[in-house]
Nanobody, 114 residues
Framework: QVQLVESGGGLVQAGGSLNLSCVASGITFRLYTLGWYRQAPGSQRELVAVIASGGSTNYADSVKGRFTISRDTTKNTVYLRMNGLQPEDTAVYYC????????WGQGTQVTVSS
């Protein structure tokens, strides 16, 4: 059974930083493309960052230069380092894993106050 468990969300002031983590189980971690999506109230879920099995990364334009995605195969964990947070980054952040099919975590709330 595949499980993705996120942690690290919370409340932060504008300009602050947060580190999100997602621990995966039930998958062959090294094969998977991993990523982070977010969904703000009243908005569609959108891609934030993705990291392929080979390590290449891709970011939404809105977070380039501020967010960094990384993966640790020894810990079956994908990370999202978020710097320079702004109120518009407020959303539920979801961990994502794909190989043949998609898997999603339950989400973690990130709230940025102005």
């Amino acid at each position: 059974q595949v499980q993705l468990v996120e942690s690290g969300g919370g409340l932060v002031q504008a300009g602050g930083s947060l580190n999100l983590s997602c621990v995966a189980s039930g998958i062959t971690f090294r094969l998977y493309t991993l990523g982070w999506y977010r969904q703000a109230p009243g908005s569609q879920r959108e891609l934030v960052a993705v990291i392929a099995s080979g390590g290449s990364t891709n970011y939404a334009d809105s977070v380039k230069g501020r967010f960094t995605i990384s993966r640790d195969t020894t810990k079956n964990t994908v990370y999202l380092r978020m710097n320079g947070l702004q109120p518009e980054d407020t959303a539920v952040y979801y961990c994502y894993a794909n190989w043949v099919r998609d898997h999603w975590g339950q989400g973690t709330q990130v709230t940025v106050s102005s």
